[in-house]
Nanobody, 120 residues
Framework: QVQLVEFGGGLVQAGGSLRLSCAAS????????MGWYRQAPGKQREWVAT???????NYADSVKGRFTIARDNAKNTVYLQMDSLKPEDTAVYYC??????????????WGQGTQVTVSS
């Protein structure tokens, strides 16, 4: 069984910074792409950033230049450094991983989410 656990959410003033982390554990053979998504109240979940195993990164236009995604393959962990935070960044942030466990297929896994609140 595979589990993704996020850490690092909280309350911060506009212009501040937060760092999220997400550790994958369990029966993991290899992790392909890891990423972050977010869901604000009353809105659909949206993609924030992804990083491949080869450390190729992509960002949503709304966070480009402010957020930085990174990963530690040895620790099966992905990070999201969020700088210059805005009130519109307020959301529950979810970690995502595409990985292969004991089987031959890659599956999609999600963390439980961590709340990020940015006050104006």
């Amino acid at each position: 069984q595979v589990q993704l656990v996020e850490f690092g959410g909280g309350l911060v003033q506009a212009g501040g910074s937060l760092r999220l982390s997400c550790a994958a554990s369990g029966n993991i053979f290899i992790i392909s792409t890891m990423g972050w998504y977010r869901q604000a109240p009353g809105k659909q979940r949206e993609w924030v950033a992804t990083i491949t195993r080869d450390v190729d990164t992509n960002y949503a236009d709304s966070v480009k230049g402010r957020f930085t995604i990174a990963r530690d393959n040895a620790k099966n962990t992905v990070y999201l450094q969020m700088d210059s935070l805005k009130p519109e960044d307020t959301a529950v942030y979810y970690c995502n991983a595409v990985l292969r466990g004991s089987g031959r297929m890659y599956d999609n896994y999600w963390g439980q989410g961590t709340q990020v609140t940015v006050s104006s």
